[in-house]
């Protein structure tokens, strides 16, 4: 049985910061390209950052980009997102993919809310 489970989100002051973990099981987690998507209220969702499976190669999207780190640790079958400097806009619910040829996995996301 496949399962993504998100962890680490919560209430964030302005400027501040969060981890994510995302932890997986049911399949070879190693073989797969993982990601993290936002969504935020009324809006689509949208690829915040993905890490390849092979070299661990980490590429992000602009809406994030220098204040997020995407890692995964493959002995924990986990993937994290290191989130800092956080802005109001940057709230939603944020969730992990875990995709190679012919699979998708989603997980059902954690609730980023940042607020004073």
């Known amino acids: 049985q496949v399962q993504l489970v998100e962890s680490g989100g919560g209430l964030v002051q302005p400027g501040g910061s969060l981890r994510l973990s995302c932890a997986a099981s049911?399949?070879?987690?190693?073989?797969?390209?993982m990601a993290w998507y936002r969504q935020a209220p009324g809006k689509e969702r949208e690829l915040v950052a993905r890490?390849?499976?092979?070299?661990?190669?980490?590429s992000y999207e602009d809406g994030m980009r220098g204040r997020v780190t995407i890692s995964r640790d493959n002995a924990k079958n986990t993937v994290y997102l290191q989130m800092n400097n956080l802005k109001r806009e940057d709230a939603a619910v944020y969730s992990c993919?875990?995709?190679?040829?012919?699979?998708?996995?989603w997980g059902q996301g954690t609730q980023v809310t940042v607020a004073s």
């Open positions: 890490i390849s499976s092979g070299d661990g190669l980490a």
């Open positions: 993919n875990a995709r190679r040829p012919g699979y998708d996995y």
């Open positions: 049911g399949f070879t987690f190693s073989s797969y390209v």
